[in-house]
């Protein structure tokens, strides 16, 4: 029993004196090795439908929106505000009255 108790003690004086071994490069798995990531696609501006103008009896298309900000890449109601006020200042006399066409651009 004594013999059995020393070589119990001696093995796990030689164990805890051993160093610890790290994990070498040629194994599969390791948490320290960050995984290859993927691609999320950019999502696709949507062209809004044309825009019919009472006024001038015209139809003026919409411009694309340049960068939305919304979440997944919608275009906010601030964003379509900025991009009808920009429209009313491409169409100029076409737009006819301003007031009303950037009222319809954004409500539309």
Avoid: F, W
């Avoid at 900025?82 to 100029?92: L, N």
Wanted: hydrophobic share 35%; proline share 11%.
């Amino acid at each position: 029993m004594r013999d059995r108790l020393m070589a119990l003690l001696a093995l796990t004086l030689v164990v805890s004196v051993m160093p610890a071994r790290a994990q070498s490069d040629d194994e599969r798995y390791s948490i320290m090795r960050p995984e290859k990531g993927t691609q999320t696609p950019q999502p696709r501006a949507q062209m809004p439908p044309p825009l019919y103008v009472p006024q001038t009896g015209q139809m003026l298309p919409n411009l694309p929106a340049v960068a939305p900000s919304g979440p997944g890449g919608r275009e906010t109601t601030q964003d379509r505000a900025a991009r009808c006020a920009h429209q009313v200042g491409v169409y100029g006399q076409a737009a006819g009255d301003r007031n009303s066409y950037i009222g319809s651009c954004i409500n539309q």
